[in-house]
């Protein structure tokens, strides 16, 4: 019941064109009904009375009619057309709230979830939620009303043929109850295959670089067709149980029309019906065509729309566990001292990523961090803007623990340039600009001097208005790099975060690069994260991190003399030597 509240919650800015759709369906189920009355009145009344007083009723009755039908057909089109616009404003604002509770929640459940499946539930889940919006109240009230009122109208002509046939609804109710359960499960199995497609097809495509130079398409295809096939294998699920129902639904339609000729018969030879009310009812069963097939439809709408909400429920019920505090501050304009409080840091049911962490940075100061592999340096810069929380300790900018501190003035004190550097689809403008959307044209031709990039987009036929492409395909690793720097100088924080910002580049562009990146740090509190030890020699203190907690600290010449870690990797790299 909580989740059929939750979802009734979306209908209430929209209460107005969801009761006047039920005033339509009201009337279209009522003119429905109304032929076979007209039809029963016609044979009792109007025919056994003279021929002129018979073509007037008949002329009143096609009058009655068409202003009957007339009304029905633009209440017809109210419900096709506004109850489709209601579900569609219904779906638009969940898809707005799933994609805000996507944006709120932390890296941790984006570590644990695919891209795939997170996209399955934003687009296709939402779209069969809506056709629930839509159809579903509206179908179970059209065909509530016309049952209810068929069988009303059938017991004023015949109250025991009329129970029969009630007998024979309730039969089928009872059965359609029954395969509704079962299919109840298949329909979610169906969602979730449906996703594993998705994920299948979304981890192809965003590696099919990576694909086509291993020369794997066959292994991606026999991992897509496998996914393909049990999606195939739960929809032929799914159709079989529709097809158990549909048909069943066909045998007690089949044994209403039974019971009406052979029962009804028995009854014309008691006297108890008249052959002209024999042809009534048989028109009333076929009006119960009409709900049977609503509620048919309904029962697979329902069990796609339901499974879907749940996996929407399931996901706005995700706690968010990086959120602003009650009395969270606004930090204004950071100073950038930074400290870290024996901070102990672990992921979700696993061991310790980080244990007993305690340095202190000093304003418009550089702190470099080295050590191999999987020590955690690239995790304590993420504590830093709080992309997760310490589970332990304290990090503090300017001596407050940034969970005091309002995440949005808190990043905003914060760049960071990474190894693995995301451009968005769209012109190198719009991404230079992502650091700071309202900026002038000018100030992004500035931030692009500055970060070297500007002569290279000059060189481009369409300058700053060139399109780079999905991930930036069209621009090399130096280029796309020297863009995320343009990015933080446009953005301009007290704070930076330098993440192996210079790995894997060519000499040409790691020398540009590092020139602007040496002016991007001037004045700025700096944590470096690096592999090659030539860009961290002048850092004011270089913390190695081993085995998840600080070995050794100290400045380039002092850790030389300590002739540790960071001695032995500064002899491989300069004199070639390994590391033992």
Request: glycine share 6%; with cysteine.
């Amino acid at each position: 019941m909580e989740i059929f509240k939750r979802f009734f919650e979306f209908y209430k800015p929209h209460k107005r064109l969801f009761f006047f759709d039920l005033i339509c369906a009201t009337w279209v189920a009522a003119v429905d009904l109304s032929f076979p009355q007209l039809l029963y009145y016609s044979t009792h009344v109007l025919f056994v009375q003279g021929k002129s007083d018979i073509f007037r009723g008949c002329v009143l009755i096609a009058a009655i009619m068409i202003v009957l039908y007339a009304i029905r057909y633009y209440c017809q089109h109210y419900i096709t057309t506004w109850g489709h616009i209601m579900g569609a404003r219904m779906e638009s604002e969940m898809r707005k709230q799933l994609f805000e509770k996507y944006q709120a929640l932390s890296f941790s459940y984006y570590d644990r979830n695919n891209t795939g499946i997170m996209m399955s539930k934003l687009v296709s889940d939402l779209f069969d939620i809506s056709e629930l919006a839509h159809h579903g109240p509206e179908n179970v009230f059209l065909a509530v009303m016309e049952l209810t009122g068929a069988f009303v109208l059938m017991g004023i002509i015949n109250v025991y043929l009329a129970a029969i046939l009630f007998v024979i609804m309730c039969m089928m109710l009872f059965f359609g109850i029954k395969q509704n359960r079962k299919m109840k499960a298949i329909f979610l199995d169906n969602r979730k295959k449906i996703a594993d497609v998705n994920s299948s097809l979304q981890d192809s495509l965003a590696g099919i670089r990576v694909v086509k130079s291993f020369g794997n398409e066959k292994i991606e295809h026999e991992k897509f067709q496998y996914s393909n096939n049990e999606f195939l294998h739960s929809k032929t699920e799914s159709y079989m149980a529709m097809g158990r129902f549909v048909a069943g639904g066909g045998v007690f339609v089949g044994l209403s029309y039974m019971a009406v000729l052979s029962v009804g018969g028995y009854f014309i030879g008691q006297n108890m019906l008249q052959p002209t009310d024999l042809a009534v009812f048989a028109l009333y069963i076929g009006i119960f065509l009409n709900p049977i097939n609503m509620l048919v439809n309904f029962t697979e709408q329902f069990q796609k729309g339901y499974t879907g909400f749940c996996r929407f429920v399931e996901i706005m019920d995700t706690p968010v566990t990086i959120k602003n505090k009650a009395d969270a501050q606004d930090i204004g304009i950071a100073k950038g001292d930074i400290d870290y409080k024996h901070v102990f840091f672990h992921y979700e049911k696993e061991q310790k990523v980080l244990e007993d962490i305690d340095f202190h940075v000093d304003a418009g100061k550089t702190i470099a961090l080295v050590g191999p592999s999987g020590g955690g340096k690239t995790t304590i810069c993420s504590l830093l803007p709080r992309f997760y929380d310490v589970t332990k300790g304290s990090v503090c900018i300017d001596g407050k623990d940034v969970r005091d501190i309002t995440l949005e003035s808190l990043r905003r004190n914060i760049g960071i340039v990474q190894q693995d550097v995301y451009m968005f689809n769209g012109t190198i403008k719009s991404n230079i600009a992502y650091g700071k959307p309202d900026a002038s044209f000018e100030e992004i031709m500035e931030a692009a001097k500055r970060a070297n990039i500007h002569d290279f987009i000059m060189t481009l036929p369409d300058k700053y208005d060139s399109l780079v492409g999905e991930r930036g395909t069209r621009l090399s690793g130096g280029q796309k790099q020297r863009i995320s720097i343009a990015r933080v100088f446009l953005k301009n924080p007290r704070i930076l975060i330098l993440d192996e910002a210079t790995s894997a580049l060519d000499n040409e562009s790691e020398r540009y690069i590092k020139e602007a990146l040496e002016l991007l740090a001037k004045d700025r509190t700096t944590i470096v994260v690096a592999h090659r030890l030539s860009t961290i020699q002048n850092a004011d203190e270089i913390l190695v991190i081993r085995h998840h907690n600080i070995t050794e600290r100290g400045n380039h010449d002092a850790l030389i003399k300590q002739d540790g870690l960071y001695a032995r990797y500064y002899r491989m790299q300069f004199h070639k030597q390994t590391v033992k």
